[in-house]
Every structure is written in structure tokens, then in C-alpha cells.
């Protein structure tokens, strides 16, 4: 039950539904956002929520959509959705599709369709994964062509080799998938950026294989805060290997360690201390107990 924002009306859950000549769920050209409010003192915070909203307008740029709202309109309808719903935490899923007016790949003279959902979604893992750690593996399906030229945008048709490549960590008996780009670099897991640690210094992948996480930005100013040094790079799968920590970062995964990597043990195999401090003043940010 609750409700969904679908093009500027909130309808019950039930009746927000699409036609199955929905030209987006034919050949995937959409864009759309994950995004997290949580409870604060004051009540429940959708954390960076502008970021997404510009994130969710520059995707839809890249595609050639245009959004028939503002981003303003766009940010007052996850609020309602939040309130309206009663939700004290959420995730929210906003999403902009092509109608069902015509198919064919010109999809010329299509409507842009808009909706925000959002539900209870806790944690992406388990909270014993957010201690602990979880085991990932690379995957032999790499950041194809389009995610490559594309990665700047958050589409619907980016998805499928995400999808594949965690089916095939989960089969093996990991948690998440590690991706490498077309040269075999490291450029990220199925649905989040990847951070290591190797001599007190952070090194990420450089944005050109990756999603443009607002968590890992929120990462980094952390660790400069820190004072820790962040080098954006190309990794190799070895460095991860042999880094000391390792974590993944991203909406749903929010700040998680990485203890295994292809069956090798990252340093201790337990969640490493600069992590733990990174994960602590994540949670302590969006959930507003931060001392500024
Ligand atoms: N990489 C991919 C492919 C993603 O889908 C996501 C999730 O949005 C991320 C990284 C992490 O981005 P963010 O921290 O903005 O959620």
C-alpha cells in the first residue's frame, strides 16, 4: 500500500502501472536514481538529495530526454512521497521512461513519463555484512562500450551486465561482483564504487569506467578531512589483493568493507580502522548526528 508520484499526481501503489508496449521496457532507454532518506532528530533527511536530482537530470541529457518538470518539482515530489508514505527511512526510486505511444529505435514523438516511489529498504546487506565485510569476486563481464562512453549516466540499459556479473558472484558463494573496464582495470561492483586503502592513502578509480557516485564523494571529503590522502587512478585487480582494506561505496550498499577478493584475503580479512572511521561518520552524516 502507499502511494507512487507518477507525472505530477500522487496514485495508490496498486494503480501505478505501466502498458507492456512501454517503449522503455523494450529496448531500456530510461534514466533513474537510488536514493536514501533516513531518520534524523529532526525527523526523516533525504541525504544529498539535490546531487541525485542533478545526477538524474544530466543522465536524462545524455539520453536526449527531457524531463517535463524542474528539478525543484522533481525534488518537492520525493519529499511527498516520503511524508505522504509515513516513511521515517526510504529508499526512493525515481525514474524517467519512454511511453507507449510507438516503438522502433527512432522513438520519435514518445512521452517522457516521471515517477518516485519509495519504500522501507533497510540495508542493502546484512548488518553483520556491514561489520564484517563481504567476499567479492571479478567478474567476466566487463563495463561494456555504453557504460564506458556512458558511465556519467545513471540508464536503465546499463544494468544488464551489472545483473549478470552479480548473478555469476553470488553464484560462487560472494556477495557482489567486482568489474574491470574493456583494458582490465578495476572500475567497480555491480552498484557501487570501490575504494582501497594501502599505506594510509585511499585510491579509487578514476571516473571514466565508473558511476559517478555521490557516495563516493561524500567518501572522499570525509578522508580529506581526515586529512587522508585520495588518489584517483586506474587500480589493478592485484592492488586490490594486496591493498589493506578495501570497501565498497554507493546508495544501497552504503559504506561496506570488502574482506575477500577471488579467495584472497584483504589485509586482516576483518573490517580495516580507517574504513570503520569512514563507515562511522557516514551513518553519523546522513542520519544528521554529525558535529560540523
Ligand atoms: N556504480 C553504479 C553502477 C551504481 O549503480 C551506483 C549506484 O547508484 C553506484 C556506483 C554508486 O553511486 P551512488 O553512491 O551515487 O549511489
Not at 83 to 97: K, S, T, V
Request: proline share 3%; charged share 25%; net charge negative.
Amino acid at each position: 500500500d502507499g502511494v507512487i508520484w507518477l507525472d505530477g499526481e500522487l496514485i495508490p501503489w496498486r494503480e501505478a502501472k505501466t502498458h507492456v508496449l512501454t517503449h522503455t521496457l523494450h529496448y531500456g532507454m530510461g534514466v533513474f536514481e537510488g536514493v536514501r532518506a533516513y531518520s534524523t532528530p529532526k525527523g526523516p533527511a533525504i541525504f544529498r538529495l539535490k546531487e541525485h536530482t542533478d545526477r538524474l537530470f544530466r543522465s536524462a541529457h545524455i539520453l536526449r530526454m527531457e524531463i517535463p518538470y524542474s528539478k525543484e518539482e522533481l525534488n518537492e515530489a520525493q519529499k511527498l512521497v516520503v511524508r505522504e508514505n509515513g516513511l521515517d527511512e526510504a529508499y526512493l526510486r525515481p525514474m524517467c521512461f519512454l511511453g507507449s505511444e510507438g516503438m522502433g529505435l527512432r522513438a520519435e514523438g514518445l512521452q517522457v513519463h516521471t515517477m518516485v516511489a519509495a519504500w522501507n529498504w533497510p540495508s542493502y546487506m546484512s548488518p553483520e555484512a556491514l561489520e564484517q565485510g563481504i567476499k567479492i569476486r571479478t567478474s567476466s563481464y566487463t563495463r561494456h562500450h555504453v557504460n564506458i562512453t556512458m558511465c556519467k549516466a545513471k540508464a536503465n540499459g546499463n544494468y544488464m551486465n551489472s545483473m549478470l556479473a552479480l548473478r555469476e558472484a553470488l553464484d560462487s558463494g560472494c556477495e557482489e561482483a567486482l568489474l574491470l573496464d574493456n583494458e582490465g582495470y578495476v572500475a567497480e561492483g555491480s552498484g557501487e564504487n570501490i575504494f582501497i586503502v594501502k599505506g594510509g592513502v585511499l585510491y579509487t578509480p578514476e571516473l571514466t569506467s565508473c558511476l559517478e557516485g555521490i557516495t563516493r564523494d561524500t567518501i572522499i571529503q570525509f578522508a580529506r578531512e581526515l586529512g587522508l590522502e585520495v588518489r584517483e587512478k586506474r587500480i589493478t585487480r592485484d592492488e586490490v589483493y594486496i591493498a589493506e582494506e578495501a570497501f565498497f561505496t554507493g546508495t544501497a550498499a552504503e559504506v561496506m568493507p570488502i574482506c575477500e577478493h577471488d579467495g584472497r584475503k584483504i589485509g586482516s580479512g576483518k573490517r580495516g580502522p580507517i574504513t570503520e572511521k569512514l563507515q562511522s561518520m557516514y551513518f553519523d552524516q546522513v542520519r544528521g548526528k554529525r558535529q560540523e
